[in-house]
């Protein structure tokens, strides 16, 4: 049971992760067919994967054979059918790291021996190059978390030719901008798919808000899942701002009264993944902020009575005490500083769980 729960979990990574860059790099001209929903893919998946257990050679059978060989075969096997035809691209060969860090993450100690494994039985012939190749890349993103500050720095311009001088070091230019130009369609690719579910659910407000949530996480997860920018896409302080300030969840929250709204939102962060104190502390900040906004509409209309009936020094007298009369010091004068310029703080929109 253990070995079968192991070989779903790798096998996805190889499977389910990389047969984007198979089918994106075959030219061949295939007859269009309905696309599967993620159900029935990952049954006939499953299906599939029993089925080459099944196929082992019978001596494997009887050997008994520990699970990271068995595993080792039987993705080796994999890599093989599904890549055979492309496996001399450079794009492909960068995308098999995703099947290593999954073997790290999975065996500890033996992840990359077993990569090695897999590939060598995989492919002999290319099985120097594919390795060298996604250890570059493993430099490579070292390099970036390394450099993190030094590019942070930079200007937007200087940041950009400092990494593709590093990648141009690695990979040379050619290999270079065939990876990364790949991947910059792919990253506009999944950036289309999310804004897709995005812009429906914004202004589709028969959607319930559990249902909402719910499709915003799968498409994020869908689209981003492990990659590096999953890794703040993922987080629930990125999904809460998507999902907060879709028009159609802000008028849902601002037709309930202030006690079922404040329930509504507690709901949704816990469905978002906030754990219960740092909920608690929200709802306190919610609270603040809805005591800020009651003054802050009365202020406003206290104001406009004030243009209407005084002008030149008068009226900044009397916008000076009014101010006073519904903020503290502090706001007052930050407020007052903010008018100068022409930011009227509540004339902003209101947005429920934000501000």
Same mark, same amino acid.
């Given at each position: ?17 990389l047969v984007i860059y198979s089918t994106s790099n075959n030219t061949s001209t295939a007859p269009e067919v309905p696309v599967a ?13 029993? =089925? ?9 059978? #009887? ?30 060969? &960068? ?7 999954s073997l790290e993450q999975d065996f500890p100690g033996q992840g990359h021996m077993m990569f090695e494994q897999i590939v060598r ?35 937007? &311009? ?36 999310? #804004? ?52 159609? &969840? ?46 802050? !509409? ?9 243009? =209407? ?42 947005? !429920?769980?934000?501000?």
């Amino acid at each position: 049971m253990k070995t079968k729960i192991i070989l779903s979990a790798v096998s996805l990574a190889l499977v389910a992760g990389l047969v984007i860059y198979s089918t994106s790099n075959n030219t061949s001209t295939a007859p269009e067919v309905p696309v599967a929903s993620t159900e029935e893919r990952l049954q006939d998946m499953q299906a599939k994967q029993t =089925e080459n257990v099944r196929a082992l050679p019978d001596h494997l059978k #009887k050997r008994e054979m520990p699970e990271v060989d068995e595993l080792v075969i039987e993705l080796s096997k994999r890599m093989r059918e599904q890549f055979a035809n492309n496996i001399e691209d450079i794009v492909v060969q &960068v995308r098999l790291r995703d099947l290593l860090i999954s073997l790290e993450q999975d065996f500890p100690g033996q992840g990359h021996m077993m990569f090695e494994q897999i590939v060598r039985a995989a492919f002999p012939e290319l099985a120097d190059q594919i390795i060298a190749v996604v250890d570059k890349m493993g430099d490579y993103e070292d390099w970036l978390v390394d450099s993190y500050l030094d590019l942070e720095a930079l200007n937007a &311009v200087a940041k950009d030719n400092t990494i593709w001088n590093k990648r141009i070091e690695i990979f040379g230019e050619s290999d270079a901008r065939k990876i990364w130009n790949e991947q910059v369609a792919q990253e506009e690719q999944r950036e289309r798919n999310v #804004k897709v579910v995005l812009n429906e659910l914004s202004t589709d407000p028969n959607v319930p808000m559990e249902e909402r949530i719910y499709l915003v996480q799968s498409a994020m997860e869908e689209n981003y899942g492990d990659t590096p920018a999953g890794l703040m896409m993922g987080t629930a302080s990125v999904t809460t701002q998507l999902i907060f300030r879709m028009d159609a &969840v802000q008028q849902e929250l601002a037709g309930m009264d202030p006690e079922a709204r404040q329930e509504t939102i507690n709901q949704m962060r816990l469905q978002l993944g906030f754990p219960e104190e740092r909920i608690a502390q929200l709802e306190e900040e919610d609270q603040r902020r809805d005591e800020q906004w009651t003054k802050g !509409y009365a202020y406003m209309e206290a104001r406009t009575a004030l243009l =209407e009936s005084y002008t030149g020094e008068d009226l900044e007298t009397e916008l000076d005490i009014l101010r006073l009369t519904h903020f503290d010091d502090r706001t007052a004068y930050s407020l007052k500083q903010e008018e100068t310029i022409g930011m009227m703080r509540f004339d902003r929109p209101r947005v !429920y769980g934000m501000n």
